[in-house]
């Protein structure tokens, strides 16, 4: 068990930045691997970054193009994500989610909305 608690998000303008953050608690399981997703109105969610735990290896999404970077806070089991040159496209509900050893899926945060305005 997993618990998720997303902050940040909000309305920016296109061409800035995000900082979305994500906490962990009352875990159960060991921590495999922390993630963002991301949910577009009438679009599937898809993946945007991750980060495995234990050893840091970060993997983003193609349509990040190199604007994005994870990053973790083991202390205070945290992940962070940077966003840059933000586009209209951007805007989404964006979710964290876990992952922990011997268990296939996810948990999940209650998701931050993210509107970039044009």
């Known amino acids: 068990q997993v618990h998720l608690v997303e902050s940040g998000g909000g309305l920016v303008q296109t061409g800035g930045s995000l900082r979305l953050s994500c906490a962990a608690s009352?875990?159960?399981?060991?921590?495999?691997?922390m993630n963002w997703f991301r949910q577009a109105p009438g679009k599937e969610r898809e993946f945007v970054a991750g980060i495995v735990w234990s050893e840091g290896t970060t993997t983003y999404a193609s349509h990040l193009h190199g604007r994005g970077t994870i990053s973790r806070d083991a202390v205070k089991m945290t992940i962070i994500l940077h966003v840059d040159s933000l586009k209209p496209d951007d805007t989404a509900v964006y979710y964290c989610a876990a992952s922990v050893g011997g268990r296939k899926g996810y948990y999940w945060g209650q998701g931050t909305q993210v509107t970039v305005s044009s």
């Open positions: 009352e875990l159960t399981d060991t921590l495999y691997s």
